[in-house]
């Protein structure tokens, strides 16, 4: 199995704090050692950085804990290869375009024997369940909408019946992201906090690091962070139901 | 106007020295400062870093000159702006997947008008006419061979073609790997060189920086490099003739 991580935010925002404590569950605190990898949307571009190294012992996670790269939309993701050799084709997560927009998409479970037929665009790089699954994401949505990029009241119930087929063949936690909200569907285990004004200290609970997030932001800025398992102690996280898609949109969930 | 690097080689090689070198023109030695890219091909993996800072002055192009990434198939762009902001979503390469490889491309030239139409699944994210010529060559590939992974043999005839067409509407030098092959279309300006044994130093023209590639080559290697000006001025580098596309296997040209 593996873990996710997310963010979305009003205002474009760095995520050092968070990344350092997810980072060293990716083979120090916890033993997600088969790869990793994190998408920052920036305006329409993405930077996505990927590597079949433990991310505690990756330069291209140094560079992200000591570069504050300011994103509205993160997805990132360590993984315990369940399917797929440790390979860099197999690391989460991954990146298609779809209606001229980058989709990214990370995954976190284990799909049985779950291999729809790919007759559209995307077919999957890896040998991942995960990517086969992302493909056929794509796929549907584009077969339901055409050419046409649905608004996002069109989006979420096509991805709520999508999540749920998918989720019927095994574990599917995941996380997929536009640029312009993030989608997060639990199946077994995935917890969300909004940080917002007035803001407090957090402490991580994977690393003795502490933020006090008052100094670092304006009483305007909204932070919501989701990810497997809570990165702080001292917060309190909401967990998600089983089954429960939520969509966030400027720092908070809509749904 | 930007400049193009591509490196194919037939064992996976670092390309830090020729990197370093062609990073400098973007900023100091040159004024190709609107941004930069690079993309490694490992396995059927990508190792994709965009930025819309020069290059000169990226933290991640820091990171690309000193973290030996070894891939046989490289492709880099320094960009002066002509179509398009400066932004992330309009830096070079571009990745897309089709056939279940990734391909990467890169373009320096100025395409005037040139906007056929995109019926396929390929849009284009930023505002290029770069990205535009992409999107427009993968669709042409998939209508033409279908669902099927064409063989290099047939493939390369038709990127011939494509690329001429293309050509005709303004300056197309360009640059597309899959991993298995580096396809290089010369409109105006493009130089390649052929490292192999008996290896000898090489000085660059940018920096002040020599390596002597016998002390760090065995002698079975064998790596090509595509440059749009020759970085080195103490080798003999091959200029391509205005039309050309030449494809780069194992670290040699095959046509």
């Given at each position: 199995?593996?873990?996710?991580?997310?963010?979305?935010?009003?205002?474009?925002?760095?995520?050092?704090?968070?990344?350092?404590?997810?980072?060293?569950?990716?083979?120090?605190?916890?033993?997600?050692?088969?790869?990793?990898?994190?998408?920052?949307?920036?305006?329409?571009?993405?930077?996505?950085?990927?590597?079949?190294?433990?991310?505690?012992?990756?330069?291209?996670?140094?560079?992200?804990?000591?570069?504050?790269?300011?994103?509205?939309?993160?997805?990132?993701?360590?993984?315990?290869?369940?399917?797929?050799?440790?390979?860099?084709?197999?690391?989460?997560?991954?990146?298609?375009?779809l209606?001229?927009?980058?989709?990214?998409?990370?995954?976190?479970?284990?799909?049985?024997?779950?291999?729809p037929t790919l007759d559209g665009p995307y077919?999957?790089?890896?040998?991942?369940?995960?990517?086969?699954?992302?493909c056929y994401l794509l796929q549907q949505l584009r077969k339901r909408f055409g050419d046409r990029?649905p608004?996002?009241?069109?989006?979420?119930?096509a991805?709520?019946e999508l999540?749920?087929?998918?989720?019927?063949?095994?574990?599917?936690?995941?996380?997929?992201?536009?640029?312009?909200?993030?989608?997060?569907?639990?199946?077994?285990?995935?917890?969300?906090?909004?940080?917002?004004?007035?803001?407090?200290?957090?402490?991580?609970?994977?690393?003795?690091?502490?933020?006090?997030?008052?100094?670092?932001?304006?009483?305007?800025?909204?932070?919501?962070?989701?990810?497997?398992?809570?990165?702080?102690?001292?917060?309190?996280?909401?967990?998600?139901?089983?089954?429960?898609?939520?969509?966030?949109?400027?720092?908070?969930?809509?749904?």
């Amino acid at each position: 199995m593996c873990q996710l991580l997310g963010m979305n935010c009003n205002v474009p925002t760095d995520i050092i704090f968070s990344f350092t404590g997810f980072a060293t569950r990716g083979g120090r605190t916890d033993h997600h050692n088969d790869g990793w990898g994190i998408a920052f949307f920036e305006g329409n571009g993405v930077r996505h950085f990927v590597d079949y190294q433990a991310a505690v012992a990756s330069p291209i996670a140094d560079l992200i804990k000591s570069c504050p790269i300011k994103s509205k939309n993160v997805i990132s993701h360590i993984r315990k290869a369940t399917q797929g050799r440790v390979a860099l084709e197999n690391c989460h997560p991954f990146v298609r375009e779809l209606w001229g927009r980058y989709w990214v998409f990370a995954h976190n479970g284990d799909l049985k024997n779950f291999m729809p037929t790919l007759d559209g665009p995307y077919r999957p790089v890896g040998t991942t369940d995960s990517e086969w699954a992302f493909c056929y994401l794509l796929q549907q949505l584009r077969k339901r909408f055409g050419d046409r990029l649905p608004v996002l009241a069109e989006l979420t119930p096509a991805l709520q019946e999508l999540t749920e087929e998918i989720a019927s063949h095994g574990v599917f936690n995941m996380m997929l992201s536009d640029g312009s909200a993030l989608f997060a569907h639990c199946a077994t285990n995935l917890h969300y906090i909004v940080r917002q004004y007035p803001f407090a200290e957090a402490h991580l609970s994977d690393e003795d690091l502490s933020v006090d997030f008052s100094q670092v932001t304006t009483p305007n800025d909204r932070v919501a962070v989701i990810v497997t398992e809570p990165l702080t102690a001292n917060e309190v996280w909401t967990q998600f139901k089983p089954g429960e898609l939520k969509v966030f949109v400027d720092g908070m969930p809509i749904e």
